[in-house]
């Protein structure tokens, strides 16, 4: 072959994996490298490519062309749904080869195949070679995700395109030309100008327009009234010399943290030649989004009515979309609104406080489901209830109604703030969730000791529960009792380790997702039944099996690993494919909304770029790897 044949099909190979990830953002001598080194390899239809009997793997392999099944070595029959497909640009196994390790997978092709292979040797050379290699291979899931977000943050930023954030630069953010005047300038004159021009602040700067200091409204009582300073004397001498000072081209994030560090309320925007081009101050950058975190706080405990928090919650849901934007992740995004609609909720609670006599009451109130977890996307209703105690020198049945008329209020108000009733009725003016703490402890007993298809629901949606306001001791002695009866129960934990695989990640063997066959949602995944679903009842199987009080699913999933000797990077992993796919949701939700419909989770994986479907699959891989545990654990 001459060399002008070689250059070609080495152009060719570089064309095509400058379509995958990570190959779309190796170094380019890295790439040139891999192009030079890979070799073309046909396996037929049928053919057995790699297995645990094959030794030792030295190829590393990249799907040019047709489809591979994996199965992994422990699964009963090799037509079992369970199975997962790569397609072109995935690559296999990277760990055997990484670790000189037999593969424990048979990776079989089911239609004819082009896999480009590339020697144990040169695979550790490349490693050597590229740090963004050996960054996909060794946190492979994590790698993707990063590349997911950014690509996330592109996509909502043109939905907010009109509405700055804190990626802004400062040039964006300053609205007028900067006021300024010279050190021999008398106070009075400065003081009258900073009236008269409605600023908070003056900027004193040389014959070079260069800054040399500052002096702000604040600056009247300390440095003027009380020290008795006269008004004739020149600003020059009363001043805040050194003011912090940014280039024009830094952004908000920059100047939010000098202020953080410097403890400062202003700062100077200089050109390259350090002459001033104007002044940001703290309240800019909290009006770059129309509503910041502090302000919500604000507005939450300060209302004094159910209007006002429903301005706040509407705001909630505004911050929280900037959040997306600006690409951060959904396990921080889903807290942050939980952690929002818990202030929210406890403000509503505190309104009805003053229009119930409840003195004498110990009680909680308790969230369940989403809220409980901590998860919540932009989608939920209310799921709540209440425990209490009830004394021997207390109407049980009166106590009770009293409890019922508040919640039915508080019910009410968080429906008219965003939060609609519960079509199953499970909120906390349903007597049935407005238990004392012995009442709840006999009802998860029953469900733990006759584990019934309705009990075992029952226990998926209550046993995720968190008190949100009261006394949070009875939620602890109620979590104390459960934990203790489920450890002790080993049947009720096998049914309900039965119940979370009644439902399997949407992985075909001969494509890559089943999608639902409904005609009126052809197409689609549902991300909540399978997709978080998955990760969510695995994980509250292992939290009961080993004493874990944890609600929240990645907490669970990471505080039970050591008792079930699953390594941090495993346990890392299942996190991070649960987050992708809350991440899918929340981005769905948000594109559904905007659209005019009513948010779901039924997405099209047709619609998702290759990067977001290939950790789409990935992410239901680690369900599905959580779902093994169960089996092994249960023998189910």
């Avoid at 802004?168 to 010279?182: D, G, H, T």
């Avoid at 009236?195 to 602040?201: A, D, H, N, Q, Y």
């Avoid at 014959?207 to 300073?229: C, H, K, M, N, Y």
């Avoid at 996190?575 to 559904?592: C, K, V």
């Amino acid at each position: 072959m001459n060399n002008t044949t070689t250059a070609m099909l080495v152009s060719a190979t570089l064309e095509f994996l400058r379509t995958f990830p990570p190959f779309d953002r190796m170094e380019p001598d890295a790439l040139q490298f891999l192009g030079e080194h890979l070799k073309l390899a046909f396996y037929p239809k049928g053919s057995l490519i790699v297995s645990p009997q094959t030794g030792v793997v030295r190829v590393f392999r990249i799907l040019q062309r047709g489809k591979v099944v994996v199965r992994h070595a422990g699964d009963a029959n090799v037509m079992e749904h369970s199975m997962l497909t790569l397609g072109p640009g995935e690559g296999f196994s990277i760990g055997s080869v990484a670790g000189q390790r037999p593969s424990t997978s048979f990776y079989m092709a089911i239609s004819d195949v082009f896999c480009y292979e590339l020697q144990a040797e040169d695979f550790f050379a490349l490693m050597q070679m590229s740090s963004v290699l050996n960054i996909f291979c060794t946190q492979y899931l994590a790698s993707l995700l990063s590349q997911s977000r950014q690509q996330l943050q592109i996509h909502f930023s043109q939905h907010i395109a009109e509405q700055q954030t804190m990626n802004s630069s400062l040039a964006s953010i300053i609205k007028q030309e900067p006021i300024a005047v010279m050190p021999d300038t008398p106070t009075r004159q400065v003081v009258e100008t900073m009236v008269s021009r409605k600023i908070g602040s003056m900027v004193v700067v040389d014959a070079e327009q260069q800054p040399v200091g500052i002096f702000t409204q604040s600056d009247v009582i300390t440095r003027i009234v009380l020290p008795g300073v006269s008004l004739d004397s020149p600003i020059g001498t009363i001043m805040s010399p050194d003011p912090i000072t940014l280039p024009i081209v830094a952004n908000a994030y920059d100047a939010a943290l000098a202020m953080a560090l410097h403890g400062v309320r202003h700062l100077l925007a200089v050109d390259e030649g350090g002459r001033l081009m104007g002044v940001v101050s703290e309240r800019d950058l909290f009006t770059l989004q129309r509503v910041g975190l502090r302000q919500v706080r604000q507005t939450i405990d300060a209302a004094t009515n159910i209007d006002m928090l429903l301005m706040a919650s509407q705001d909630v849901r505004q911050l929280s979309l900037n959040m997306l934007a600006q690409g951060i992740g959904a396990e921080q995004i889903t807290q942050f609104i939980s952690a929002l609609n818990d202030t929210l909720t406890r403000r509503i609670i505190e309104i009805n406080l003053d229009k119930h006599d409840l003195y004498g009451i110990e009680w909680a109130w308790l969230s369940f489901g989403s809220e409980g977890r901590d998860e919540q996307t932009f989608n939920t209703d209310q799921d709540n209830g209440i425990i209490y105690i009830c004394t021997d020198i207390m109407d049980r049945e009166q106590t009770q109604l009293v409890l019922i008329d508040f919640a039915r209020d508080v019910n009410a108000d968080l429906d008219k703030c965003g939060f609609p009733f519960c079509s199953g009725n499970i909120m906390a003016s349903n007597p049935q969730l407005c238990l004392t703490l012995e009442e709840w402890e006999e009802k998860f007993d029953n469900w733990i000791r006759t584990p019934e298809p309705q009990a075992l629901l029952n226990a998926t949606i209550f046993f995720d529960f968190r008190p949100l306001y009261g006394k949070y001791n009875l939620a602890d002695r109620l979590r104390l009792t459960l934990l203790r009866r489920t450890r002790s129960n080993p049947l009720f934990l096998r049914m309900m380790a039965g119940n979370a695989l009644s439902v399997v990640p949407p992985l075909g063997m001969f494509r890559d997702f089943v999608t639902d066959s409904d005609p009126e949602h052809p197409g689609t995944i549902d991300l909540k039944k399978y997709g978080t679903r998955l990760f969510i009842d695995a994980a509250r199987v292992f939290s009961l099996a080993h004493n874990v009080s944890a609600t929240n699913t990645v907490q669970r999933i990471k505080q039970s690993a050591p008792s079930m000797n699953i390594s941090v990077d495993e346990a890392s992993a299942a996190a991070d494919g649960f987050n992708f796919i809350q991440l899918m949701r929340l981005r769905h939700q948000h594109a559904e909304q905007t659209q005019g419909r009513a948010g779901d989770n039924l997405l099209r994986p047709d619609d998702l770029n290759e990067v977001d479907r290939r950790i789409l699959k990935e992410a239901l891989r680690q369900a599905r790897k959580l779902q093994r545990r169960l089996k092994l654990d249960y023998q189910l």
